[in-house]
């Protein structure tokens, strides 16, 4: 009986400190939700080119994802796998990204590809520049979602048993199918869940980008110079925005892989 | 035919072996756990690279580091490998793992799994399956991709007996009527028994002894695979530095001379021992343990026969099958 006493105790211990929890982490939306007038959101939306951060975030956001996907991938492939001399090394490189605080990054990316460096006299080359153009903007998102991308793909593609894809080859597949027929499927929850967390953090990303983009303006950089200019009361439409553009896509990940997977257990 | 001549670096010590099984025959790799069983099959099936290799399968040649070297990648071998766990793709249903390999017509998917005792499941997801029936699937996954060869790595280990049973009934049923050849690795004796007709004893990397599955407990080629098949204990023999083994069931209650070498000793324990009594005996040449029909009770004088035991030389080879007389006697 103390024990069944001891378990319940534990349990209510449990709920509550869980519930506290969720309502701090939940507590800024909810806020948010709360300070918003209808009145606000239209009259900051509807001026002239209110709308363009917006567009801004969506175009970088995804050319951001789709470079994740086409290097990121075959990296996290190869992490897993243990394919890669060193594995140490390449992860502390992933990790780099993941622990710089972004503004150090944008600085050293300043250092690294302004128009005074290597890489920015490679890119005037090309007649390209990567200090304040949607190119910056993209190099800046990347380093900020890169691990969050890496690191859960990695984790990914480890979860699927490489005696499964050992299997698919005596039955006769090559590598490429065994990839596309049992690895990637398998490990598809896990990628999915991966890339909605970089998209969040790439629309989110401010740090690296406010040294290197501040033009061309997305939400984030609206937010701070509404922020700047007008106010708090200004900045909370465009914070709504951003919540709206980044929040589905990891949602609708979380959803199709929670469904995948209960798909497997029959 | 597959023929294997193979030779695989690892770690602790190198893997060599010469292996041969005809078309629709069954021999059973038995040895202990790390002997080197699952790396031979691994070879076998292009899953690892040998350090020198000639694998044949029928008329093609799978690895060969002989020029010209050549090395099939496993995709394009036809080998079936079976292992312990069923790897069937979790992400598709029993139908969908049955016809990964070359999707077969709906009619052959449906023969085979009614002929498994499968098909009221084809539309289940692995996740749902018995570990009995998980084995039947990857069975029959393995039938449907037309296999040349059949690699058996501990596949039943784990199930409970009867299960084990049918399922090897099915795996040498199937053997016989594709007359595919057939390899299974096993550290369980009986196990190996019930499968093969032809039994190699490894050890350490290498092939200690090959034979019928009855004839290498019977006829232990050196003192190792004696051990290794179980035999318990080893008694100084009437030649000097020889040793006789004594093996648990092959040892009757009573002095029957004509059979073996009588043993005479005081009984230290006795354990059930399924539906034997394993009894333990001191006697002058050491500790001898029977399996026999009767119990004992500890401090008992007891005499008892081991039938024909082996007899080893002081270099561990065996020197005769068959020593015949009294023994040590107490």
Redesign the interface.
């Known amino acids: 009986m103390a024990t069944h006493g001891l378990r319940a105790a534990n349990g209510y211990l449990a709920v509550v400190g869980a519930l506290l929890i969720w309502l701090a982490l939940l507590g800024p939306v909810l806020t948010l939700l709360g300070h918003l007038s209808w009145h606000a959101i239209t009259s900051t939306l509807s001026a002239p080119g209110a709308l363009d951060p917006l567009v801004i975030s969506a175009e970088s956001g995804t050319m951001t994802l789709a470079v994740l996907l086409l290097l990121g991938t075959p990296l996290a492939w190869a992490l897993a796998r243990g394919v890669l001399p060193w594995p140490r090394l390449w992860e502390a490189g992933v990790l780099a990204s993941l622990l710089l605080p972004p503004l150090v990054i944008g600085l050293l990316l300043a250092f690294m590809v302004g128009p005074y460096t290597f890489v920015g006299g490679l890119l005037a080359h090309l007649h390209l520049s990567a200090t304040n153009t949607m190119l910056a903007l993209v190099i800046a998102q990347v380093y900020e979602s890169a691990p969050y991308y890496v690191l859960g793909a990695q984790a990914a593609f480890a979860g699927v048993d490489y005696r499964l894809e050992e299997q698919a080859s005596l039955l006769g597949d090559r590598p490429a199918r065994v990839l596309r027929r049992v690895t990637v499927p398998l490990a598809a929850p896990g990628l999915a869940m991966a890339l909605a967390v970089a998209w969040a953090r790439a629309m989110g990303a401010f740090g690296a980008v406010v040294i290197v983009a501040y033009y061309p303006t997305g939400l984030p950089l609206q937010i701070w110079t509404s922020l700047q200019a007008t106010g708090l009361t200004s900045a909370l439409p465009y914070a709504l925005v951003l919540l709206l553009v980044a929040l589905p896509l990891p949602l609708a990940a979380y959803t199709w892989s929670a469904r995948a997977r209960s798909r497997r257990r029959g | 035919m597959l023929e294997a001549d193979v030779e695989v670096d690892r770690r602790d010590f190198p893997v060599r072996a010469r292996l041969a099984v005809a078309a629709g025959e069954r021999l059973a790799l038995f040895g202990p756990s790390g002997a080197g069983k699952t790396t031979l099959l691994e070879a076998i099936?292009g899953?690892i690279a040998p350090r020198r290799a000639r694998i044949t399968l029928g008329d093609r040649v799978l690895s060969s580091t002989e020029r010209p070297a050549t090395a099939v990648?496993?995709?394009?071998?036809?080998?079936?490998?079976l292992?312990q766990?069923p790897?069937l793709?979790?992400?598709l249903s029993v139908r969908g793992n049955l016809r990964?390999?070359?999707a077969p017509p709906e009619a052959e998917v449906r023969q085979i799994a009614v002929a498994l005792g499968i098909d009221g499941l084809l539309d289940?997801?692995?996740?749902?399956l018995s570990g009995g029936q998980a084995h039947r699937v990857a069975l029959g996954?393995l039938l449907l991709?037309r296999c040349d060869a059949l690699l058996l790595d501990e596949p039943y280990t784990g199930l409970d007996a009867s299960l084990r049973t049918t399922l090897t009934e099915l795996v040498i049923g199937l053997v016989a009527q594709r007359g595919v050849p057939a390899i299974l690795v096993a550290h369980e004796l009986d196990q190996a028994q019930a499968f093969a007709d032809r039994l190699a004893v490894l050890d350490r990397g290498a092939v200690l002894q090959e034979g019928a599955p009855g004839e290498v407990v019977l006829r232990p080629a050196s003192q190792r695979v004696a051990e290794l098949v179980g035999y318990g204990a080893f008694l100084p023999a009437d030649v000097p530095g020889a040793t006789t083994g004594v093996h648990p069931d092959r040892v009757l209650l009573g002095r029957h001379p004509d059979l073996g070498m009588v043993l005479a000793g005081v009984v230290t324990a006795c354990t059930p021992s399924g539906a034997r009594w394993q009894v333990r005996l001191a006697t002058v040449g050491g500790q001898v343990t029977g399996r026999l029909a009767e119990p004992a009770t500890a401090g008992q004088r007891l005499v008892i026969t081991a039938i024909a035991p082996p007899v080893f030389g002081a270099d561990g080879r065996a020197v005769s099958a068959e020593p015949l007389g009294d023994g040590a006697v107490a």
Not at chain 2, 124 to 128: C, D, K, L, Q
């Open positions: 099936a899953l990648p496993p995709w394009q071998r036809r080998i079936g490998l292992r766990d790897g793709f979790p992400h990964y390999a070359g289940a997801m692995p996740a749902r996954r991709a």
